[in-house]
């Protein structure tokens, strides 16, 4: 619109240097990141194709009754997973059952009541409880835990609650007792760390409207700050949970790796991961190994559908931050 | 209503308390496996721990070099496959990512983030072993990279973005293209965080067992060669705690200690660099 | 070397519109900045003269959404041409931006040479006495000729920028764009920098944004306000300042509004 000549328009000086090219470099360094950023992708579709490949003659072989039966006969030919899929899930769910309390306490306790100074100490420590190895988990857990369970926890739950069916039989060790509290203490550390960011992540107006009514300090916490994080706490959990169902070595070591369902939180019992470990080298047969093959392509569709659940959850409290992927 | 003041305060009290006894229990277990670990191994840790090979069983003595050589092969191998692709996708996903693959490519990281790491074992079996017809140290670095590879993107994402976008405009309007300014100016100022997720990225898969199984197998023997069968710590301590013998036990005790030792150098090494240095992070 | 103002029209615009999607932010501008000249931009906040300045040097098209029509010549050549490399271009048009940005990994030599670098290696010798050209031209060497190897985060907010100014005088641009450059200094850090304007326009053709109308009256030759995204009046700054033509112009310079 506005055009205002202000001087005399004389001829520009004469080109000293280049204006025109291209930059093919920065072509080059999208190009070559690209790349490197689809590997994420295609392994994951890799994953899917090759366990889905190994897995089929087990899928076209059993079909649903893979999931639901409990003979697991290798002479035989014969393969139900349930025992296994029930050894997961319960000890997964029992060491979500202890690990909560455990971890929103500390994430409390850290976000809410802890004086300053031991804020950074404690959230240290308890992160770097997952940075012990798994079989230094179950290391631990059969020359310590379990004796531990068989002098001072065995007996007083027995004598408490020893008429239910989940306290039957005779404790021998290995048990699904042993296999959910060592699960529980390794992903305590995953979901004190992500209830922390999510409670942080809860704005202080909420905090201050509750005390300014005059609620009490764990009023406030109980009734206006968990109650707005709720999303991602649940994602917490269900993170936890994700890493429980996948969780191998310390639970081989200690869940008793038997074939069977009981109710009995003291009887042994069997995890898909667990069974991976044990049985891999020794499946001889294609159907054996395929079996084998469907139970990790199990696990891994379970972990990826609780994990991406989790994720949405999180993401949902606090968008778009990598929430506890900086857990150690 | 005197009676509920005193009630709630109660209450408050009590809460106060407990949140503090639960976060006491967490540390707690902490120190436990800690204290048992040096209760239990300090006494083996010898000369011959550190430099011999396995005695054959009923004898007593020997040590664990080959197991020691052979994680420090295995994790370095695997750290030299996953870190530049797993800092190249997080510098993706910081640059470029605001598109739709970007969405997906975070996505599958925080996915496969969570993904067991027996299954990515049995995956590198039927991708590297079962092609090859053998075991190979080589399969377990790539089985442990595969774990890396999603860890690193995030943090290396989540720690470029960090860097003020001032600096990036700054670097671009001084005639930079931008793949200098993203590598020298904002990936460098951002170096100490990136360095610090791939110390812990490395201390978490230098501990990991579960993929080592069915790919670098492990091996009695010392062994240098990574088209070979090879031992790793996490190995030989699953073999030795799961086995009938004290020795073993004693041993196993040990070479926790030392796999515990050096997760712990690692882990308090990142922490250490992050303070030390300027710039991004926390 | 210094020639002096002599009419010759180093940079112009258009009718340039500068649109973030659908909405232009900047409408239509046609502006002739002459060599050796300092032409300040004001107008309130929020009424384009930032995304204005970006536009010169094709800094504008990275923002979300960013783009132009319409023409903007450097020595006659439209930088918004197809085979224009912006990247070449910036390194023909220096910036410096609201606050002080010296890269916090490198030291105020690496600082200064970083422009020289991504230029392709020269010998060291001529890579030491453009650095030390520059920085006096900001007006920094006497200050940091002892500490060149020192971190650039050492230095105190003015000298932050007046390195800023040397850096982005490294490369030897031709035109200079700021951008309220002493918005976060202090008064001393303020004076000096427009000093340098003052000497600087003897080699550069200057294009500064201000919100500041005694710092424009200071140190420009020419001044356009702009109000929401239109360029209401250009003009002479001392005629600008004391005969506005259009009422919004008098209304802003007096204190109206903004």
Known sequence: MTTVPLEPVAAPDTRWRVLRGRNASDRLYRGALTALALMLPLLLVAFLGELGTSAWPAIRHFGVRFLVTSVWDPVAEVYGAAPMIFGTLASSFLAVLIAVPLALGVAIYLTEFSPKWVRQPIAFLVELLAAIPSVVYGLWGIFVLIPFLRTYVVPPLRALFGWTPFLSGVFYGSSLLAGSVILAIMILPYIAAVSREVLLAVPASQREAALGMGATRWEAVWTAVVPYGRAGLIGAVILGMGRALGETMAVTMLIGNRHDISLSVLQPAYTMAAAIANEFSEATTNLYLSALFEVGLILFVVTVAVNALARLLIWRVARGTAVGSRAL | ?282 | MAPPADGRVRLETQRLTALYGRRAAVKDVSILFPTHTVTAVIGPSGCGKSTFLRCLNRMHELAEGGWVTGKVLLDGEDIYDRDVDPIQLRRRVGMVFQRPTPFPTMTIYDNVAAGLRVNGRRPRAQLDAAVETALRRAALWDEVKDRLRHSALALSGGQQQRLCVARALAPEPEVLLLDEPTASLDPTGTQRIEELCHELKARYTIVIVTHNLQQAARISDYTAFFYLGDLIELGRTEQLFTKPSKEQTEAYITGRFG
Not at chain 2, 25 to 42: M, P
Not at chain 2, 82 to 88: A, E, R, S, T, V
Not at chain 2, 187 to 205: D, E, F, M, N, S
């Open chain 2, 1 to 282: 209503m005197n009676a509920r003041r005193l009630r709630r305060r109660l209450v408050n009290g009590t809460m106060t308390a407990l949140v503090g006894a639960l976060s006491f229990v967490a540390v707690l277990a902490l120190v436990l496996i800690l204290g048992h670990l040096v209760a239990k191994g300090a006494s083996s840790l010898d000369w011959n721990f550190f430099t011999k090979n396995p005695v054959p069983t009923g004898e007593t003595g020997g040590g664990v070099a080959h197991a020691i050589v052979g994680s420090g092969i295995i994790v370095g191998l695997a750290a030299l496959i996953g870190l530049p692709i797993g800092i190249g996708t997080g510098l993706y996903l910081a640059e470029y990512g605001s598109g739709r693959l970007g969405w997906v490519v975070r996505f599958v990281a925080d996915v496969l983030n969570g993904t067991p790491s027996i299954v990515v074992g049995i995956f590198v079996w039927t991708w590297l072993v079962r092609p090859m017809g053998h075991f190979s140290a080589f399969a377990g670095s790539v089985a442990l990279a595969i774990l890396m590879v999603p860890m690193i993107a995030r943090t290396t994402e989540e720690l470029v973005r960090l860097v003020p976008h001032s600096l990036r405009e700054a670097a671009l309007a001084l005639g930079y293209p931008r793949w200098r300014t993203s590598l020298r100016i904002v990936a460098r100022t951002a170096l100490a965080g990136i360095l610090t997720g791939c110390l812990v990225a490395v201390a978490r898969i230098a501990g990991e067992t579960a993929p080592l199984l069915f790919t670098a197998l492990g091996n009695v023997n010392f062994n240098t060669h990574i088209g070979e069968p090879m031992e790793a710590l996490s190995l030989q301590i699953f073999q030795y705690a799961t086995g009938p013998f004290d020795e073993w036990h004693r041993l196993a005790w040990a070479s926790a200690l030392v796999l515990m030792g050096l997760v712990l150098v690692l882990a308090i090494l990142a922490r250490w660099v992050l303070r030390s240095r300027h710039g991004a992070a926390r």
